[in-house]
């Protein structure tokens, strides 16, 4: 098979045609630790910044715990200028955050805190299973909504439906005949698909949008490539179709959206101005309002790195 891997700058949106095929930008994923749990960090990655509005992928797990080991455990940290968005895939996670929300995510399910100009949250693991599998993604909201109240939303129930013996879930968006509840700014989509038996399919896009797809559990076969769990692939646009294939027990997350604005990232904000950003970080180390406290967790605070362009 063929495993090319075309040059192409992170704020390129369009792959290259070669000999008649469109290739693939492979993005091998970064290995870190968020609270306890190893994780494979997709995006940003110095290759690829974004894919759209989808600004950040951090692919949690399958991990199993220890006898000892108290799971995923999270402290309060702040947020502005987007929205986090969990998949959870195994285990039990219980979501705090400054506005007094409470909720388990479980399997299935789909938890979306919309930061807007500030909000605070902690993660922790729950209940007797001692296993996690999930990815957070995060969403970059519009310059004109990035001031917008904080909010969170759980949603328990999502579309699915399964094509020649794989497994499709709609997390967001819009797909066929198929819309997703999740509350969104953009017409992003996220499709998760788990192969019930060895199969090749063929699924559709929309050519205006920015594809990406991260393979979860296996190998997968995508338009003549292999990709593993430690590769992301971008495929950029003008993608009417792409062709997986994989083996049973194979599991893998599709996310695509059109052409959004630039934004800045740094540490746990999002923003469109260094300005913004600088003035979150200085209100979270100051305890300002705009960051309350996160009631129920009992450990402390998240400290915030020093600012790469200021000496804040």
């Not at 715990?65 to 999270?74: C, L, Y």
Request: aromatic content about 8%.
């Amino acid at each position: 098979m063929s495993q090319s891997r075309p040059t192409l700058s992170s704020s390129s949106r369009e792959c290259p045609v070669v000999d008649g095929v469109r290739q693939i930008q492979r993005i091998a994923v970064r290995n870190a630790e968020v609270g306890g749990i190893p994780i494979n960090r997709a995006l940003p990655t110095r290759e690829r910044r974004t894919v759209g509005a989808w600004c950040f992928l951090d692919h949690a797990g399958p991990t199993v715990f220890n006898g000892t080991s108290p799971g995923m455990d999270v402290g309060p940290h702040p947020h502005i200028g987007l929205q986090t968005f969990t998949w959870m895939i195994e285990g039990e996670v219980l979501h705090r955050d400054s506005l007094g929300s409470e909720q388990v995510i479980r399997p299935g399910q789909v938890n979306l805190m919309t930061a807007g100009r500030g909000i605070a949250h902690t993660e922790q693991s729950v209940g007797e299973q001692r296993r996690l599998h999930a990815a957070q993604l995060w969403i970059a909201l519009p310059a004109e909504h990035a001031d917008m109240a904080p909010r969170f939303d759980h949603y328990p129930d999502l579309p699915q439906w399964q094509n020649n013996g794989v497994n499709h879930r709609l997390l967001v968006g819009e797909f066929g005949a198929y819309r997703s509840p999740v509350f969104a700014f953009s017409p992003l989509i996220a499709i998760d698909m788990e192969w019930l038996e060895a199969a090749r399919i063929e699924l559709p896009l929309r050519d205006d949008y920015e594809i990406g797809f991260l393979p979860l559990i296996g190998a997968f076969e995508l338009n003549g490539e292999t990709f593993s769990p430690d590769e992301f692939a971008y495929l950029g646009m003008k993608n009417n179709s792409i062709g997986l294939n994989a083996r049973k027990g194979s599991r893998g997350l599709l996310i695509g959206v059109p052409l959004n604005e630039e934004i800045l990232i740094w540490w746990n904000f999002v923003g469109h101005t260094k300005a913004e950003i600088t003035q979150a970080q200085h209100d979270w180390e100051q305890e300002a309002p705009r960051f309350p406290a996160v009631d129920g967790y009992s450990g402390e605070r998240m400290t915030a790195p020093r600012l790469p362009w200021s000496d804040v």
